[in-house]
């Protein structure tokens, strides 16, 4: 039987494995065997995105963790949010440690198999991520 083509979705909004978005994709994981299954299945830079419902610091980088998506093809970014899925909770703690941890907080590493807590690098905020990744910003990026 033909497969039905995936349409894809609009840039910057989450995608599901039915929609991935057209550049990069922005997954919204809601269990650890989803992340465990999306880290598996991407093939080139991956970023976990650890944010907190409500977070207004998390609010703040949303926009930018969004454009970075759009501008960077191959990158996938997992969003990993306790508050609105609670079975993270482990997920998070097992990355989320010492005196910094906090909401937001992004790891990245070059393939998804390499995300493991401890090896994964941290990165500050979405500009240091978008440098890591060697990602400039489109000229019509906001």
């Known amino acids: 039987m033909p497969r039905t083509p995936r349409k894809p979705a609009p840039v910057g909004l989450l995608a599901t494995p039915e929609t991935p978005v057209v550049a990069g994709r922005l997954l919204d994981a809601s269990t650890p065997e989803e992340v465990t299954k ?7 830079p991956v970023v976990l995105d650890f944010v907190e419902e409500g977070c207004g610091f998390c609010e703040e ?19 990993v949010d306790p508050v609105k899925h609670p079975g993270l909770d482990g997920l998070t703690d097992q990355y989320l440690t010492g005196p910094d941890a906090g909401f937001p907080t ?18 500050d905020d979405a500009a240091a991520l978008r440098k890591r990744l060697k990602c400039p910003r489109t000229p019509s990026g906001t």
């Open 106 to 123: 992004l790891f990245v590493a070059n393939r998804g198999s390499e995300m493991k807590p401890g090896t994964a690098a941290q990165v």
């Open 38 to 44: 999306m880290l598996s299945e991407a093939t080139g």
């Open 61 to 79: 980088e949303k926009p930018e963790v969004e454009a970075l998506v759009k501008d960077c093809a191959g990158v996938t970014v997992i969003r």
